[in-house]
C-alpha cells in the first residue's frame, strides 16, 4: 500500500452533503442536476449586453443600470448556501453547537466591483458596503476560518482545496464552500479587449469554437468531515479525495501549449488522492471554447493519461452555464459531484464537430450510464495558475 493511502486512511476526511446552485440554466440544485442529464437542453436565453448605444456621457439613468445589469450580490450567495443547508438537511442549529468548528471558504472575483456599483446605483448609504462573509454571519454561525479566493478562474477549485485542507489539518467539522460570480460589463469589457468572447457562446472541443461566453453563478456545497456527517445520518453525495496545484509561469493570459502547469496539477491531485491514472474514469474539463485552452487540455489529458487501458471521459458544462470566472471550479465540481453519485458521465452540449483527440480518451455528446468510482475536475486561470481536484463515490454499503 502507498504511503498516500496509508496517509488518507489516518486523517479526516471530507465528504460533500449538499448542493445549492443557481445559475444560467439552473434555479436549483434539482433543475441543476435534472437538466445535466438532458440531450436537449431548456436553458435561459442570455441577455446580450449591447454597448453600441453607450456614449461618453456625464448623465446615467441608475435605475435602470440597476434593475438591467446588477445582481445583490450577498442575496444572490446566501439563497445558494440557504438551498445547500437545506438539501444536506443541516440546520443553523446544528451549526451553533459546533460554530468554531466551522469554515466560510468562497471564490469570486467580482464582489467589491459588483457591490461598489450595486450599493452606488441603488442609493446605498455606504458605496462599499459589507463582505458577503460579514453578511452571512449575520444569520450563521461560524467562527472556524472564513478564506476568499480570487485567482480568478481558478479560485474555486483552489476553495475546495481550501476546504479540503480545513477537515484534513485545521480541525473543522464543517466548511461552507461557494463560488459567486456575478458579471458586469467590466468583465465584459475586459475579455472583449483581450479578443476572448465567442460569436454564440462557448464551444467546448469543438473545431468550431471561437471564444468564451460569460455567464454568473452562485453554487454552494456543504463539507462535513465523514464521521461528523455519518453521526448526524447525513446523505453523502461525494468525497473530496485531493487536490493538485501548479503554474506555467509562462503568460500572463495564455496557457503553457504542452499542458505543463495543467499536467502537473492532475498529477499532484492523483497523487495526493492516493489514486493513479487507471482509476479516474470522467474529467470535468475547464474546457472554456478558446483555441488555445482547449487544446492544451486535451494534450494534457492525453498524456497524462497515456496508456490507460480504460476510456477516459471528457466534458465541460460551460456550453450551458457559461464561463462563471472564479465560480467556475466550485460550480463544476458540483456537476462532477452529481454525475458520479448518479452515475452518469456529463455529455458536451452541442458539440457537432469535436477536435481530434486520442482514441481512449471519449467525448460523449448524450449523458451515459455508467458505474465509476473516481473523477477529477480541473480548473485554469491567468497567469498559468492551474488546479485539478479529485472526488470519490462512496460505497453504499459504507453510508
Known amino acids: 500500500m502507498s504511503n498516500s493511502n496509508l496517509n488518507h486512511q489516518h486523517m479526516p476526511r471530507a465528504v460533500v452533503t449538499g448542493i445549492g446552485v443557481q445559475c444560467a440554466f439552473a434555479n436549483n440544485y434539482e433543475q441543476f442536476k435534472t437538466e445535466l442529464q438532458q440531450t436537449t437542453q431548456t436553458r435561459q436565453q442570455l441577455r446580450v449586453i449591447s454597448v453600441e448605444s453607450l456614449e461618453r456621457t456625464t448623465q446615467m439613468d441608475h435605475d435602470k443600470i440597476r434593475t438591467k445589469t446588477l445582481i445583490d450580490f450577498n442575496e444572490y450567495g446566501l439563497d445558494s448556501l440557504k438551498e445547500a443547508m437545506k438539501n444536506a438537511s443541516i440546520s443553523v442549529e446544528h451549526l451553533a453547537e459546533i460554530k468554531h468548528q466551522v469554515g466560510l471558504v468562497y471564490a469570486t472575483s467580482t464582489e467589491d466591483t459588483n457591490t461598489f456599483l450595486y450599493r452606488t446605483f441603488s442609493g446605498e448609504d455606504s458605496l462599499f458596503g459589507e463582505k ?21 478562474c481558478s479560485a474555486g477549485g483552489i476553495a475546495a482545496g481550501t476546504a479540503l485542507d480545513l477537515i484534513k489539518y485545521n ?9 459567486i460570480e456575478t458579471i458586469t460589463l467590466m468583465q465584459h469589457s475586459g475579455f472583449s479587449s483581450l479578443g476572448a468572447l465567442g ?6 472541443f469543438s473545431n468550431n469554437r471561437d471564444g468564451v461566453g460569460l455567464g454568473n453563478a452562485s453554487v454552494f456545497l456543504i463539507v462535513e468531515e465523514y464521521e461528523y456527517a455519518i453521526n448526524r445520518g447525513a446523505t453523502i453525495l461525494g468525497e473530496l479525495l485531493g487536490y493538485g496545484i501548479s503554474n506555467d509561469a509562462y503568460h500572463i493570459t495564455a496557457p503553457h501549449p504542452e499542458g505543463l502547469g495543467a499536467k502537473l496539477a492532475m498529477q499532484r491531485a492523483m497523487k495526493e488522492a492516493g489514486v493513479t491514472s487507471e482509476q479516474i474514469s470522467y474529467i470535468n474539463g475547464h474546457g472554456t471554447g478558446t483555441s488555445t485552452n482547449d487544446s492544451m487540455e486535451l494534450l494534457a489529458i492525453e498524456e497524462t493519461f497515456n496508456g490507460s487501458q480504460s476510456p477516459v471521459y471528457v466534458s465541460s458544462i460551460k456550453s450551458l452555464t457559461g464561463h462563471t470566472l472564479s465560480a467556475a471550479g466550485v460550480i463544476e465540481l458540483a456537476a462532477t459531484i452529481s454525475a458520479l453519485h448518479e452515475q452518469y458521465m456529463i ?23 455508467m458505474e465509476y468510482s473516481y473523477a477529477l ?13 479529485v472526488v470519490k463515490k462512496l460505497a453504499e454499503e459504507v453510508l
Open 199 to 204: 460569436s454564440i457562446g462557448s464551444q467546448p
Open 132 to 152: 458577503f462573509s460579514h453578511y452571512v454571519q449575520q444569520s450563521i454561525p461560524l467562527n472556524g476560518k472564513i478564506t476568499v479566493c480570487d485567482s480568478s
Open 171 to 179: 480541525d473543522h467539522k464543517v466548511v461552507l464552500l461557494g463560488g
Open 377 to 389: 475536475s480541473n480548473s485554469f486561470a491567468f497567469g498559468g495558475n492551474c488546479v485539478s481536484v
Open 347 to 369: 455529455p458536451n452540449f452541442e458539440l457537432d464537430h469535436p477536435m481530434e483527440h486520442s482514441e481512449f480518451i471519449v467525448l460523449p455528446t448524450e449523458a451515459v450510464p
